[in-house]
C-alpha cells in the first residue's frame, strides 16, 4: 500500500507546520499540524527530535494501519512559503530566510516552493467549512495563524497536483 504524505511549512520566528495523508484513492487528511516556536533553532530542534518528520509519519502509519504496517511504503514531499521581502521602509524579519536554509539542508532540492499569495487559493473560510481551522489553544500558542497557514499551503498543493480525491472530497 502506498501511502503519500506532505509536510507543509509557513517559515517564520513561530514556524506553522502541518502534515496531510493522502492515497492514490484516499483525499488528503491532515493528520498533524502545530507551530514551533523559537525561530531557526527552534525549528532545527523540532526536525531533529522528529527525525526530519519521520517520526510523525510513523506513528500515522502505525495507528491507522497496523496490518498493513509491514507493507506499507510511504514518501513525503515538502512544500514551504517562500519569503518575498515587501516593499516599504522598514527592515524585515529575515528569519524565515535562515529556516529556507535549514529546510535546503534537511531536504535538498525536492522542495515545493510556495509564494506567500499562494494561500489566498484555499483561504481561512476553506479551513472553517472543514473543521480545519486551527485557534491558539489548538496548537499551544497566541494564536492558531501560522499553524492555518501551514495547512493551506498543503491543500494548494493538492490542487497544483490535481489530486484528484481531494478535489471532489473538498471541491464538490
Not at 62 to 90: I, T, W
Request: proline share 4%; hydrophobic share 40%; aromatic share 12%.
Amino acid at each position: 500500500m502506498d501511502i503519500n504524505y506532505v509536510m507543509a511549512v509557513d517559515p517564520g520566528k513561530a514556524t506553522g507546520v502541518a502534515f496531510g495523508r493522502f492515497a492514490l484513492d484516499m483525499p488528503m487528511e491532515i493528520i498533524f499540524s502545530g507551530i514551533i516556536t523559537g525561530g531557526a533553532y527552534g525549528f532545527a530542534e523540532w526536525l531533529y527530535n522528529t527525525h526530519d518528520g519521520k517520526t510523525i509519519i510513523e506513528n500515522d502509519c502505525s495507528y491507522n494501519f497496523p496490518e498493513q504496517y509491514e507493507e506499507l511504503d510511504y514518501h513525503m514531499d515538502v512544500v514551504c512559503e517562500n519569503f518575498k521581502a515587501r516593499g516599504g521602509s522598514f527592515a524585515p524579519d529575515l528569519e524565515p530566510v535562515r529556516i529556507e536554509g535549514i529546510i535546503m539542508d534537511h531536504f535538498g532540492n525536492v522542495i515545493t516552493w510556495h509564494s506567500p499569495s499562494d494561500k489566498t487559493l484555499v483561504g481561512d473560510q476553506f479551513l472553517k467549512e472543514n473543521d480545519l481551522w486551527q485557534t491558539g489553544r489548538d496548537v499551544g500558542h497566541v494564536d492558531g495563524r501560522d499553524a492555518n497557514d501551514a495547512i493551506m499551503h498543503a491543500f494548494v498543493y493538492a490542487m497544483r497536483t490535481r489530486h484528484i480525491p481531494t478535489l471532489k472530497a473538498y471541491w464538490r
